[in-house]
C-alpha cells in the first residue's frame, strides 16, 4: 500500500516546474506537459484494472447469453428439465472425480509442506519447493498422456483386486476395466496435479507459525510432532482448509487429462469400470465438432456457465478464507 | 513431563546423600545415571538396520503375491514406519515414539510426491527421443500424412513421416499474441495497485478478483473467447464489414489465452512493484521528477528483472494449456501462419489430437510415437522458460545493499 503522503508528493513540484529551466535535468526536461502526462498514465492504470473486472463480468455474461438455446427454444418453450437430465450426470461426475483427488492430494501435500517447512535440511529446502514447483509446469495433457499409457495398465491389478475381495462394495461393483482408464484412474491423476497447488499454500503458511510459539513448545518438552500439532497446525487451519479448496478448484476446471484418461461413459457409481464424464471433458470432446449456433453448442456452453459459477463460488471462498486470515496473522 | 522413569531418581538424587544407602553401590560408573539428553536414545544407526530389515520382509512378502516395484515400495514403507514405531515403543517411550511415526509418514509422504514427477518425465523421455530423432520432425507438418502412410509405417518399418512444423508455429503465434495483450494490461493493472491505489473499495475488488481468476477453468476461457468472438464477428457482419464468418481462428484463441495470462501477470508483477524501496520513488519525487515518470524511469526499470521472471513464467504456464486453444482454434494439418484466418493448431492440440484422433485408428504406433515426441519437445520448452525465469530473477535481481 502506498503511503497517503507519497500520493500528494506530485502536487509539489507541479508549483516549481513553471520556475523551472528547460532541459536543465534529463528526467524533469520533459516535464513541459507534465499534468497530461499524469492524468493519462494513471487513467490507463486505472482502466486496466477496471478492465479486468469488465473481463470477468463479460466471461458470465457471455455464456449465460449463449446458453440461452439450451434451456429455452421457440417451439417448446422453457427445457430446463431436459437439460437438467443433461447436466447432472456431469455434475456428479466432475464432483467424484475431484473428491477422488482432493481425498489423495491432501494429506500428501500437507505431508510435503510439513517435510519443506519443518524437516528437511534448511539449506536444501527450497530447491526441495522448487521440485514441487516442476509437478506444475507440468502440462495437462501431459499428465493426460501419462495417466492414459503408464498409470492405467499399472492400475488394472489393483482394480481386478479390489473387485475381486471388495465387490460387494457398489463403488468396485461393476466389470474392472481392462485399460485402466475409469473415474478413479482420472482422479489419481488430478491428485497429481493439484497436489503442488495444495503444497504450496500449506508451506507459505506453515512457514509464517510464529517462531516463539514453536519454540515455547518445544521448551516446555513437546516432541517435534507434539509441537507442530500445538502450534503449527492451529496456526494453519485456515491455511490448509483454503489450500485445499483452491486444490478442489483446479481439478473441478482440469480438462486434458481426464479427457485423455477417462474413456466416457453413463453415469455409474463404480469406480473401476469405465464410465462416467466430467464437464471439462465433456466440452473439450464435444465443442470441436459442435455446429456454430446449434443447440449442441449452447448446451455445451451451458454447462461451462454451471462450471465457471461452481469454481467461483470454490474458488471466492477460499480467497475470502485466506484474505481474513492475512488480517489475524498480521497481528501475531 | 511423562518421562516418569526420569522424575523418579530426582528427589532420590537429592536425598541421597543424607541417606547412606547410596554409599551401598560399589561401582561408581553404574551410579552415573545417563542424563536426560542422551538417555532414552537409539543409537544412530537403528533407522538403517529397520530399512533393510523391512526391504528384505517388503521382498519377500510381494514376492509372495507377484513381485514388482511398486508392491516392494509400499510394504517396505508401511513395514518401516511400523518397526520403527514399535522399537521406539518398546526401547524409549510412546511419546517418542509417535514423534517418529508421523516423520516417517512426512518423509514417505515426500518420497509419493517425487514418484510420479519422476515417472513423468522419464516417460516421456524414454518413449519421446525416437520419434524427435526421426528426420524432419521439427521441420514438416501433416499435410498428406493420412492412414496408409502410418499404416506401412507400422507394418514394414518405413520411417514415420509427419512432424510438428505447423504446431511450433500456431504455439509460438497465439502464445506471443497472447502475452502482448496481456502484459500492458496486466502491469498498467498492477501499477494502479500498487502506485495509485489508497486501499479503497475499488482496489480491494481487483486484487481478490484477480486472485479468483486465477483459479477460472482453462476451458471457461475457452468458451469464452469462442463466445465473445463470435458475438463480435456477428455485429460486424450485420454491420457489413468484412470479417471472417466463423469465430475459430488463432486470435480467438489469443483472447482466451489473455484471460488465463492477465491475473498471473498482475500477481507477480504486483509483488515485485512492491518491493521496490519507497526511498527511490521519494528521491525522485523530490528531484521533482512527475509521478509517472518516476514510475517508468525509476519504479520499473528497478523491477524489471522480476518483472521479466514473472512475464516468463507466465507464457510457461500459458504455452502448454490445451483446451482453450482447442475450443477456440481448432486443428489442421499444415502450417497456417495468419492469426485472423482459418483454423491454427497448437503443440497440445497436436498431442491431445495425436492420442485422442490417431491418423490411422487401426494403426495408431505412428501416431502415438509423434505425439510422444511433441509432449518431450513441449515438456523442455516449458521447463527451459521455468530455467530462464529463475535465472532472470537471480542474475538481473537488483542489488540488495546499496553502496
Known sequence: MTSPGESHSPAKPTDQSGRQEPGTNALTSADSGGVMGDRVFSGVALLSGVAILVTLAFVAIFLSFNSVGAVYREEEGLILQQFLEYAYPLVIGTLIASLIALVLATPVAVGVALYISHFSPPRLSKSIGYLIDLLAAIPSVVYGAWGMSFLGPALVPVYGWLHQNLGFIPLFAGNPSQTGRTIFTAGVVLAVMILPIITSVCREIFIQTPKLHEEAALALGATRWEMITMAVFPFARAGIISGVMLGLGRALGETMAVALVLSPGLLTASLISSGNSTIPAEIALGFPEAPPGSVRQAQLIAIGLVLFIITLIVNMTARWIVNRHKEFSGAN | ?403
Not at chain 2, 138 to 151: F, K, Y
Not at chain 2, 186 to 194: A, C, F, N, R
Open chain 2, 1 to 403: 513431563m511423562s518421562q516418569t522413569q526420569q522424575q523418579r531418581p530426582t528427589p532420590a538424587s537429592v536425598e541421597g546423600p543424607a541417606g547412606p544407602a547410596r554409599q551401598k553401590v560399589p561401582d561408581p560408573s553404574s551410579v552415573l545415571r545417563p542424563t536426560s539428553l542422551t538417555q532414552n536414545r537409539l543409537p544412530w544407526w537403528t533407522g538403517l538396520v529397520i530399512l533393510v530389515v523391512s526391504a528384505a520382509l517388503g521382498a519377500a512378502l510381494s514376492s509372495l503375491i507377484s513381485f514388482n516395484f511398486a508392491l516392494w515400495f509400499v510394504f517396505t514403507a508401511v513395514l518401516y514406519v511400523l518397526i520403527s514405531y514399535g522399537v521406539t515403543r518398546v526401547k524409549v517411550n510412546r511419546r517418542q515414539a509417535k514423534d517418529k511415526m508421523w516423520k516417517n509418514l512426512v518423509y514417505v509422504a515426500f518420497i509419493i510426491a517425487l514418484l510420479p514427477l519422476f515417472s513423468v518425465i522419464w516417460s516421456v523421455t524414454s518413449i519421446g527421443i525416437p520419434g524427435l530423432l526421426e528426420p524432419g520432425f521439427l521441420a514438416s507438418d501433416m499435410q498428406g500424412i493420412d492412414g496408409t502412410t502410418d499404416q506401412r509405417s507400422q507394418e514394414e518399418g518405413t520411417p514415420v513421416l509427419g512432424g510438428i512444423r505447423h504446431a511450433l508455429v500456431g504455439s509460438l503465434l497465439i502464445t506471443l499474441t497472447a502475452t502482448f495483450i496481456s502484459v500492458p494490461i496486466g502491469l498498467m493493472t498492477s501499477i494502479y495497485l500498487v502506485e495509485y491505489a489508497r486501499g479503497g473499495t475499488l482496489s480491494r475488488a481487483i486484487t481478490f478478483f484477480v486472485d479468483v481468476m486465477t483459479g477460472i477453468p482453462s476451458i471457461v476461457a475457452g468458451l469464452f473467447g469462442a463466445a465473445a468472438m463470435g458475438w463480435f464477428l456477428g455485429v460486424g457482419n450485420s454491420l457489413g464489414l468484412p470479417l471472417p464468418t466463423r469465430s475459430t481462428m488463432g486470435i480467438t484463441a489469443a483472447i482466451a489465452l489473455s484471460v488465463l495470462m492477465i491475473p498471473v501477470v498482475v500477481r507477480t508483477t504486483e509483488e515485485m512493484l512492491r518491493v521496490v524501496p519507497n526511498e527511490l520513488r521519494e528521491a525522485s519525487y523530490a528531484l521533482g521528477v512527475r509521478k509517472w515518470r518516476t514510475i517508468i524511469k525509476v519504479v520499473i526499470p528497478t523491477a524489471i528483472s522480476g518483472i521479466a521472471a514473472g512475464v516468463t513464467l507466465a507464457i510457461a504456464r500459458v504455452i502448454g494449456e490445451t483446451a482453450p486453444i482447442l475450443v477456440t482454434a481448432g486443428f489442421v494439418v499444415s502450417n497456417n501462419w495468419n492469426l485472423f484466418q482459418g483454423w491454427m493448431t497448437a503443440l497440445p492440440v497436436y498431442i491431445f489430437r495425436q492420442f485422442q484422433n490417431p491418423t490411422s485408428p487401426n494403426f495408431s504406433d505412428p501416431s502415438h510415437q509423434r505425439a510422444w515426441a511433441a509432449a518431450l519437445v513441449l515438456i523442455i520448452i516449458v521447463m527451459g522458460l521455468n530455467l530462464t525465469a529463475r535465472i532472470i530473477a537471480t542474475l538481473f535481481a537488483p542489488k540488495k545493499t546499496g553502496r
